[in-house]
């Protein structure tokens, strides 16, 4: 499992771990992939993959701005959007649990047709502009001298496009991955069942 990944996804670097034993998700391939991987960054920092010790923070922290997907998800991913990417117990995909893509820009959550096994060795690799937005990254944000984002960071928007903010590079910025987060949720919260339009307030979140 994850060879074909290893193969096409050598690790850059790799953020420190605390040494505790690696948690038992008792999810299928989940527990080998943060164990062969936790930690790790992928070309240039398109795409990382969460440290166990960081696994109930990344839950909370997509719980907040996803209320509806808590108690179902498991998180092991994020791509250099801070587009965190869990495994969801209430879906499988070819008999394991399937992933999802919580956006925290668009404030969407989105299916992916695979599970962690097919999502790793087969779509990051066959296809991934649609898995990490690759050519953004690269051909737009990489290649205008954007900084790589490091593991606690991410490339967010400035307004995010739930409230109208450009899909753009020019609408983002290097930042902090647990604050822009943090701000997110919060404004996802406030603004879910208002009318299109309505002014909110972000810098009183």
Same mark, same amino acid.
């Not at 164990?35 to 990344?58: E, N, T, V």
């Not at 962690?116 to 990489?142: G, R």
């Not at 307004?159 to 290097?174: A, M, V, Y």
């Given at each position: /499992?994850?060879?074909?990944?290893?193969?096409?996804?050598?690790?850059?670097? !790799? +953020?420190?771990?605390?040494?505790?034993?690696?948690?038992?998700? !008792?999810?299928?391939?989940?527990?080998?992939?943060?164990?062969?991987?936790?930690?790790?960054?992928?070309?240039?920092?398109?795409?990382?993959?969460? !440290?166990?010790?960081?696994?109930?923070?990344?839950? +909370?922290?997509?719980?907040?701005?996803?209320?509806?997907?808590?108690? !179902?998800?498991?998180?092991?991913?994020?791509?250099?959007?801070?587009?965190?990417?869990?495994?969801?117990?209430?879906?499988?995909?070819?008999?394991?649990?399937?992933?999802? /893509?919580?956006?925290?820009?668009?404030?969407?959550?989105?299916?992916?047709?695979?599970?962690?096994?097919?999502?790793?060795?087969?779509?990051?690799?066959?296809?991934?502009?649609?898995?990490?937005?690759?050519?953004?990254?690269?051909?737009?944000?990489?290649?205008?001298?954007?900084?790589?984002?490091?593991?606690?960071?991410?490339?967010?928007? #400035?307004?995010?496009?739930?409230?109208?903010?450009?899909?753009?590079?020019?609408?983002?910025?290097?930042?902090?991955?647990?604050?822009?987060?943090?701000? /997110?949720?919060?404004? /996802?919260? #406030?603004?879910?069942?208002?009318?299109?339009?309505?002014?909110?307030?972000? #810098?009183?979140?």
């Amino acid at each position: /499992m994850f060879e074909t990944f290893r193969q096409n996804f050598p690790i850059e670097s !790799r +953020a420190p771990t605390d040494g505790n034993p690696l948690l038992n998700t !008792r999810i299928p391939g989940l527990n080998e992939l943060l164990d062969s991987f936790g930690g790790a960054s992928f070309k240039q920092g398109l795409y990382r993959i969460i !440290r166990a010790q960081d696994l109930a923070a990344w839950n +909370a922290r997509v719980n907040l701005g996803f209320p509806e997907a808590a108690g !179902r998800i498991t998180c092991f991913g994020y791509d250099w959007q801070g587009t965190a990417f869990a495994v969801d117990s209430e879906r499988l995909e070819e008999g394991q649990p399937g992933v999802l /893509m919580f956006e925290p820009g668009t404030g969407e959550i989105l299916e992916i047709p695979a599970n962690i096994e097919t999502f790793h060795d087969a779509l990051v690799i066959e296809n991934p502009d649609a898995a990490l937005t690759a050519n953004i990254y690269v051909e737009d944000w990489l290649a205008s001298g954007g900084a790589q984002p490091a593991y606690d960071q991410c490339i967010g928007y #400035k307004k995010p496009l739930f409230l109208g903010g450009e899909d753009d590079i020019s609408n983002q910025e290097l930042t902090d991955l647990e604050v822009y987060w943090h701000i /997110m949720g919060q404004v /996802m919260a #406030k603004v879910k069942g208002l009318p299109p339009g309505t002014p909110v307030d972000l #810098k009183g979140s």
